[in-house]
């Protein structure tokens, strides 16, 4: 299994592009989370999905959007980049019956907004 | 406010001694707690879990306390190597209260072991 998957690692856009930051899990978790890490401050959630088909916002939504078509993907969408977006960015799925029991964690993304 | 804090600054433990990560909270009461290690550059991993009603859990040289009373959880590495330096990262789980607030993930303490 290649467990928690993320594209692209590195990615640089300026003030207003939009662009997906892709996540997969092959391991049939239902419970899927974006997270975002700062420097000097805890993991921070985005959005979460309990399920294909059903999202939810967590900490820190505004600035994002997201989807749930499948089991397997869950993607991110950056709808117009800001600098305050500058962050990386971590996909997490977890199957132990609740949302936010053990993580697994892809990655990560790295993305800077000029 | 929701607030959990972890020792900020790195701690240099000696190799073959037993590591202690500290991890305090107030204004919250987390139904489990969990804890996650984190490599540069890499995702968390997590390594161990504890629910409110346990009070240690132990697996290979870690061990994990939890105080509800105190509102505090320790982390313990005995017998700590050199490839055991890190970030370690405590998580508080408030699922069994219902609804969907999500972890809430400490900044984290970097571990140094130091041959």
């Known amino acids: 299994n290649a467990g928690v998957t993320q594209t692209p690692k590195f990615q640089v856009l300026k003030t207003g592009q939009s662009m997906t930051l892709q996540c997969a899990q092959d391991?049939?978790?239902?419970?899927m989370s974006w997270y975002r890490q700062d420097p000097g401050m805890g993991l921070r959630l985005i959005h979460y999905s309990v399920g294909a088909g059903i999202t939810d916002q967590g900490e820190v939504p505004n600035g994002y959007n997201v989807s749930r078509s499948t089991t397997e993907d869950f993607p991110l969408r950056l709808l117009s980049a800001a600098p305050s977006q500058t962050s990386v960015y971590f996909c997490?799925?977890?199957?132990?019956?609740?949302?936010?029991?053990?993580?697994?964690f892809g990655p990560g993304t790295r993305l800077t907004v000029t | 406010s929701q607030k959990i804090e972890q020792n900020s600054e790195a701690l240099n433990i000696q190799e073959g001694k037993t590591a202690t990560l500290t991890c305090n909270y107030t204004n919250y009461s987390p139904a489990y707690l969990q804890w996650y290690r984190q490599d540069p550059g890499r995702g968390p991993v997590f390594l161990l879990l504890?629910?409110?009603?346990?009070k240690e859990k132990r697996k290979e040289r870690l061990k994990v306390t939890f105080d509800t009373t105190l509102k505090q959880s320790l982390f313990h590495i005995t017998a700590s190597q050199p490839a055991d330096s890190a970030t370690y990262l405590c998580?508080?789980?408030?699922?069994?209260?219902?609804?969907?607030?999500?972890?809430?993930f400490g900044k984290g303490t970097h571990l140094i072991i130091q041959p």
């Open positions: 504890i629910r409110e009603n346990e």
């Open positions: 997490a799925s977890s199957h132990s019956g609740r949302a936010f029991g053990e993580q697994y």
């Open positions: 391991m049939n978790h239902e419970y």
């Open positions: 998580a508080l789980d408030p699922s069994s209260r219902g609804g969907a607030d999500g972890l809430t």
